[in-house]
Nanobody
Framework: QVQVVESGGGLVQSGGSLRLSCAAS????????MGWYRQAPGKQRELVAT???????NYAALVKGRFTISRDNAKNTVFLQMTTLRPDDTAVYYC?????????WGQGTQVTVSS
């Protein structure tokens, strides 16, 4: 059984920073891609950033230059360092793991940015 667990969300003021973590555990095999997505109220879930096993990352235009994704392959963990946060970054942030030809999602962690 595979588990994907996020942590690190919370309430922060505009301009502040937060660091999210996501750990995958269980019989997950080799992880191809790990990423972060987010969903704001009334909106569709959208890509934030992804990173592959070689360390190549990809970012949504809205977060490029403010967010940094990193990964610890040995621990099946991915991080999202978020800086210069804005109220429109408020959303539930989800971790997604691509492994064994399947997609695994975490339960999400709330990030709220106050103005």
């Amino acid at each position: 059984q595979v588990q994907v667990v996020e942590s690190g969300g919370g309430l922060v003021q505009s301009g502040g920073s937060l660091r999210l973590s996501c750990a995958a555990s269980g019989s997950i095999g080799s992880i191809i891609l790990m990423g972060w997505y987010r969903q704001a109220p009334g909106k569709q879930r959208e890509l934030v950033a992804t990173i592959n096993s070689g360390g190549t990352s990809n970012y949504a235009a809205l977060v490029k230059g403010r967010f940094t994704i990193s990964r610890d392959n040995a621990k099946n963990t991915v991080f999202l360092q978020m800086t210069t946060l804005r109220p429109d970054d408020t959303a539930v942030y989800y971790c997604r793991v691509n492994a064994m030809g399947r997609l695994f999602w975490g339960q999400g962690t709330q990030v709220t940015v106050s103005s």
